[in-house]
C-alpha cells in the first residue's frame, strides 16, 4: 500500500501528515524517530481531501474552535494497539486517563505497560489523544513530539474545555 503525505505547520512545529486511501494513517513530528511509526512508501500529494480536511481540523483545533475530530482513521497496528488507540478515541477533550485506566478499558488490567508502549507507537497523534495519558500518579510521562508539547496541547485542551465548541 503507497500512502500520500502533506506536510503543515502547526504551534507545535511542523506535522507530517499521512492518508491511504481509507482515511488519515499518521501525524508525524517533525524530529519524529522512523521506527516509532512503519508505513509503506510515502508519495507527497498536498491535495489530497483526507490531507486537506486533517489540515483544516487540525488548525481549528489549534485555534480552539474544534474538540472533536471527525476525519475517517486507518489505524496500521496490531489488533491490540488498534485496541489501545481506540480507547484513545474515547478520551474526552480536556479530559486525562491513565496507563492503568486504558488498560481496564481494553480489558486487560495487567497490561499498563503494554499500554504504555502501544501509546507511543501511536501514529495518529494530536487526534487519537494519546496526549491525554499521563501517569498513575498525575505525571507527564513520555510522549513521541515530547513533554513540552505534551503540556502544551494538555493546557490548549484545558483552556477550551469550559467553552461551547464542536
Not at 3 to 20: C, W
Not at 60 to 81: I, R, S
Amino acid at each position: 500500500m503507497t500512502f500520500v503525505f502533506k506536510t503543515v505547520a502547526s504551534p507545535v512545529g511542523a506535522l507530517k501528515i499521512v492518508a491511504s486511501d481509507r482515511g488519515l494513517a499518521a501525524i508525524l513530528w517533525e524530529n519524529d524517530d522512523p521506527k516509532r511509526v512503519r508505513l509503506g512508501p510515502l508519495v507527497e500529494n498536498p491535495s489530497h481531501p483526507v490531507l486537506l480536511e486533517t489540515e483544516r481540523q487540525l488548525a481549528a483545533y489549534f485555534e480552539g474552535t474544534l474538540k472533536a475530530f471527525t476525519v475517517p482513521l486507518d489505524f496500521q497496528g496490531t489488533e491490540f494497539q488498534k485496541s489501545v488507540w481506540a480507547a484513545l478515541l474515547t478520551i474526552p477533550f480536556g479530559e486525562t486517563r491513565s496507563y492503568g485506566d486504558i488498560a481496564r478499558q481494553i480489558g486487560r488490567p495487567g497490561a499498563s505497560r503494554a499500554v504504555g508502549a502501544a501509546n507511543g507507537r501511536n501514529p495518529i497523534s494530536i487526534i487519537a489523544p494519546c496526549h491525554r495519558v499521563i501517569g498513575a500518579a498525575g505525571a507527564l510521562t513520555g510522549f513521541a513530539g515530547g513533554l513540552h508539547v505534551k503540556e502544551r496541547l494538555l493546557g490548549l485542551e484545558r483552556a477550551g474545555a469550559g467553552a461551547s465548541r464542536g
